[in-house]
């Protein structure tokens, strides 16, 4: 939350609540949201109590947390979580930019709000990324909404928060989760919005995927946030469930006469052929050799398998 003092202000258009009673629109609890361009060198420092996204129309300036500074410039959006004392510095007298502070209901009704919740609710510091998706637009119809007092206002002001939910989920999750014409869809019952776009990583970079906290970061997610959730919805950790993707694609490559079992542990980032054996054996109950032996016996036929990457 931004503070109320007007010093080293050029102009400011602000629209708050109290911090005991937000304006609530569905599933969104509206604190604050305005538009502020400020003089060269003005600190604002508030405590954060509640999440703040803020867009950067023009100058260049830098938002810190905690003691923890980032850069920020025209066209970036940034994310702050509520907690710690916060810093708007500017760098130039062209420093403007859109606010909104904003928590969620306690009956949030939909899923992707939750995710979306447990994501800020993993986040230490301000995390800074490109306004791909337009939210700075939606912020701005929705400052020109509080001028206009128009019919249905309420119901507007709630789908445009809830779209910006989603435009700023889909900006900081760094994917658009699109299944190919003819796939089957994710169900939703089984598996979250974050989840599967961690599935879909794994599935399409197993042959390069990293460690989980290079995955994370990889992905513009909190070590502790994907662990928490992918076990949360799916009841095994994500280092099990690399570990059976590993081991199904193994069995692929195995049947395939073009790979030596030295060249698949390598392949699949195993440090040799006998951690990748011994690893095979504890999942499988059989030596990849044996794997071969009894399949090929049982008349097995050997899949096409795509080059690894």
């Not at 500017?90 to 420093?95: G, H, I, L, Y």
């Not at 809830?162 to 658009?176: A, G, K, V």
């Not at 694609?249 to 698949?264: A, F």
């Amino acid at each position: 939350m931004l503070n109320k003092t007007t010093a080293g202000r050029i102009f400011q258009f602000n629209m708050e609540s109290d911090h005991d009673a937000p304006m609530r629109y569905k599933n969104i609890l509206l604190y604050q949201i305005g538009e502020l361009r400020y003089e060269q060198g003005v600190d604002d420092v508030h405590q954060q109590w509640c999440y703040e996204l803020s867009v950067i129309l023009a100058g260049c300036g830098e938002f810190s947390l905690n003691g923890k500074t980032i850069p920020v410039k025209k066209n970036d959006i940034i994310l702050t979580p509520k907690q710690g004392t916060h810093t708007v510095t500017s760098s130039d007298n062209k420093f403007r930019f859109l606010y909104l502070g904003f928590d969620f209901a306690p009956d949030c009704e939909f899923e992707y709000l939750s995710v979306l919740q447990m994501y800020l609710q993993s986040l230490r510091t301000n995390q800074c990324s490109s306004d791909h998706y337009g939210v700075g637009g939606v912020l701005k119809n929705m400052l020109a909404e509080f001028n206009q007092q128009l019919p249905y206002s309420f119901e507007y002001l709630s789908n445009c928060l809830e779209n910006i939910m989603i435009l700023t989920w889909r900006t900081f999750s760094q994917h658009n989760l699109r299944t190919e014409p003819g796939a089957d869809a994710p169900n939703p019952r089984v598996v979250g919005t974050t989840v599967y776009t961690l599935i879909k990583y794994i599935e399409d970079h197993i042959f390069s995927i990293p460690d989980i906290r290079t995955l994370a970061q990889e992905m513009h997610f909190s070590y502790t946030y994907i662990s928490h959730v992918f076990k949360q919805k799916t009841g095994m950790t994500l280092q099990r469930y690399i570990l059976q993707v590993k081991i199904d694609k193994s069995k692929e490559l195995i049947l395939d006469d073009r790979w030596t079992l030295s060249e698949i542990a390598n392949m699949l980032n195993y440090e040799s052929l006998q951690s990748f054996s011994k690893a095979f054996k504890k999942e499988v109950g059989m030596s990849p050799s044996e794997f071969k032996r009894r399949s090929l016996a049982a008349g097995e036929p050997s899949p096409p398998v795509p080059e690894a990457k």
